[in-house]
């Protein structure tokens, strides 16, 4: 049986790096993520792309300027709505400007899913990302610690304040952001940062990789 693919890419200008990604990865849908500027440039491509290979395409729209954060919701949804259809997902960012690109790159090591670009001359070329998701190593205790943070405005001045929206306790809390010997919490995953104030309270900030997790609604 042949392994089913679905290939997500980023749009712009230069889609010689998308048609590189066609004719060198095996291919059976493609979605393709643009800018709202690119959305009529995005439809003709995908009309003639659809009528030459006769495969399924859809686009997504990255809204600007949260780009990083939008497209991390694109590709969470492609990804539940499509893994029960595919064997593989691959990412291709050699297309699309270098904000869109480094978007959909982040998408790619936080979900553990292959991506490759295209050399100078032509040539794909798959990027080294992690077999193993952040969303596989994060439990989802952790996710609701973040999200928290993230509804107060991405800073708590201290763990009581936590412990009131989360409802946990303030041990468990410091077990998942501090972390212990055996387990890395959301400080050593590199998804918050802690600084210590007066009188022993912890002040924890949301930084951008963490926010990159948080679901948006």
């Known amino acids: ?36 500027s690119d959305k009529k440039e995005a439809e003709e491509f995908s009309r003639n792309i659809r009528s030459t290979l006769g495969i399924p395409i859809s686009i997504r729209v990255i809204a ?33 400007d270098k904000m869109i690109g480094c978007a959909a790159l982040s998408c790619a090591f936080v979900n553990g899913i292959k991506a490759f670009g295209t050399t100078p001359d032509g040539k794909p070329m798959l990027l080294p990302i992690l077999k193993l998701s952040y969303n596989e190593i994060i439990s989802d205790a952790k996710i609701k610690i973040l999200e928290a943070i993230d509804r107060t405005g991405g800073v708590i001045e201290s763990l009581e304040e936590l412990t009131k929206i989360t409802g946990f306790g303030k041990p468990l809390l410091s077990y998942h952001i501090h972390g212990t010997n055996e387990s890395k919490g959301l400080v050593d995953l590199g998804l918050v940062d802690s600084e210590r104030l007066e009188r022993g309270r912890s002040k924890i900030t949301l930084n951008t990789l963490g926010k990159m997790l948080v679901p948006t609604k």
């Open 1 to 36: 049986m042949v392994q089913q693919t679905l290939q997500i890419a980023t749009f712009g200008q230069d889609k010689e790096g998308i048609l590189a990604g066609l004719r060198n990865f095996p291919i059976h849908k493609l979605i393709l993520l643009h800018y709202e």
């Open 64 to 96: 600007q300027p949260d780009i990083i954060r939008n497209a991390m919701q694109h590709v969470a949804e492609i990804i539940k709505s499509e893994k029960d259809n595919f064997e593989q997902i691959l990412i291709n960012v050699s297309a699309g």
